[in-house]
């Protein structure tokens, strides 16, 4: 494997919003980038192959084909397919490829995702993306895990990521990621709920001031614009991301009755956003609404069609 993490060949399992921000990142600094998605021969598989054709993004045509000529493979998927990419990977890789598990997976799900890939005699390393990838693109900040971790970091750093090592133990920069998320995905998930219950009484005008005396930090209008947002555009992806997060909750003992709420409340969006009720999806105008009511209004007319 080539030592200049510039000369990588890099293979992305996963072109959705996160894939193409990395590719696009990595091609702009001439790294060699591949990538397979699932998608391709979708419905989607156009839009895809035209972004891969603009970036020069070579397309695989399977999970085997991309990890055997792969340095370093990036698996940027869907929670709940974390470990079947892993185990799809590890059946071809070869010449001992770093794997980066970007996904946002239970402690427990990593260390069988590491399992997989290690013994293959791959490199496992655990990542955990601690906010939003879009405002910060590659630079997005990620804690590294496992025992290759620290090792990975600074070939990571040399080609644009932002990576810091948690620790040298498997689950625990997951553990990490999904603690905050048991607060950040709820919070939209409250938001969402608790706003539009208080639009259907008419109550928005009392109830948003009121969180703002006791939460003055917080601009209200403008968490609930871009709750509504990102959870119709990737409530999906947040759902199976909070059941993971149930599960871990569950790995430490606990009832995650909070998280089982979130992941409901976050795949009813999705299921509405499915059905076209915010408009059609990947158009400019889906999912970016700055005002919170047009979504809640709209789910309310919804409500009130099928009573």
């Known amino acids: 494997m080539a030592g200049d993490p510039r000369r990588w060949q890099i293979g992305l399992v996963g072109y959705g919003e996160v894939g193409r921000i990395l590719a696009e990142d990595l091609r702009q600094q001439d790294v060699k980038v591949s990538a397979y ?16 054709a603009k970036f020069g993004v070579a397309l695989a045509t399977s999970h085997a084909e991309l990890a ?20 799809a990977c590890a059946a071809a890789i070869n010449q001992g490829p ?3 598990d970007f996904n946002s997976a239970s402690p427990g799900a990593k260390q069988r995702a590491a399992a997989l890939i290690d013994g293959a005699a791959g ?5 955990a993306v601690m906010t939003s990838v879009p405002p910060y693109r590659i ?6 895990g496992g025992p290759g971790a620290r090792e990975l970091e600074p070939l990571l750093n040399a080609i644009g990521f932002a990576a810091k090592v948690a620790s040298d133990k498997l689950g625990v920069s997951s553990a990490v990621k999904m603690c905050r998320s048991i607060m950040i995905k709820g919070l939209e998930a409250m938001v969402i709920e608790s706003f539009t219950t208080a639009r259907a009484y008419g109550v928005e005008d009392a109830v948003l001031p009121s969180l703002a005396e006791t939460f003055p930090g917080i601009d209200w209008e403008e968490l609930g614009a871009y709750c509504f947002q990102r ?10 991301e909070v059941r993971e997060v149930a599960e871990t909750v569950r790995e430490a ?3 995650p009755w909070s998280a089982q709420g979130t992941a409901e409340r976050q795949a009813w969006m999705a299921d509405l956003a499915d059905e076209g009720l915010f408009g059609l999806r990947g158009s400019g105008e889906f999912a970016r609404s700055a005002d919170w009511r047009t979504e809640a209004d709209r789910i309310l007319a919804k409500i009130n069609r099928t009573k």
């Open 68 to 87: 055997a000529k792969s340095d370093f493979i990036i698996s940027a998927v869907t929670a709940s397919q974390a470990v079947p990419v892993a185990k």
């Open 139 to 144: 630079k997005v900040p990620l804690l590294l």
């Open 231 to 240: 959870v119709i555009e990737h409530g999906r992806r947040r759902a199976e």
């Open 123 to 127: 490199r496992y390393v655990e990542g």
């Open 98 to 100: 770093w794997f980066l």
């Open 37 to 52: 998605d699932i998608k391709l021969g979708g419905e989607q598989g156009a839009s895809l192959q035209g972004h891969a």
């Open 253 to 255: 003992g606990l009832t």
